[in-house]
């Protein structure tokens, strides 16, 4: 029986570390300008859903999903070791873009 979850629901990809980065850093590559953590959390949870990567199952369905607080976490350590090794930055210049959020672009 499928189960309907109404509301926002937290949920998990069934990405590894290094296909999740994979993800992240060639949604950032894609891109010409700067791209919004939002939208990269979102584009992740987009792939995940049409490679049916989404980890609680195939017997529930969600009226909205958002990524689980611990991957959010594995994506702020991959765009942290990015900025570390100087092959991103966040960008400061909150006028430049229509949404408030922070904005990453590659140097």
């Known amino acids: ?7 926002v629901t937290p949920v998990r990809v069934g990405y590894t570390d290094d296909e999740l980065r994979i993800k992240v850093l060639g949604y950032i590559d894609a891109q010409t300008d700067g791209v919004g953590f ?6 992740v949870l987009t792939f995940a859903e049409d490679e049916g990567r ?3 199952g195939a017997d529930e369905q969600y009226q909205w999903m958002k990524l689980d607080r611990a991957d959010i976490l594995r994506i702020d350590r ?10 991103l ?9 229509q949404t408030a959020d922070t904005y990453f672009i590659r140097p």
């Open 89 to 97: 930055m966040i960008d400061f210049d909150a006028t430049r873009y």
């Open 54 to 56: 989404i980890a609680p």
């Open 1 to 7: 029986m499928m189960k309907v979850k109404l509301g």
């Open 78 to 87: 991959i765009l942290w070791d990015e900025i570390r090794g100087g092959r």
């Open 38 to 43: 939002r939208d990269i959390c979102d584009n």
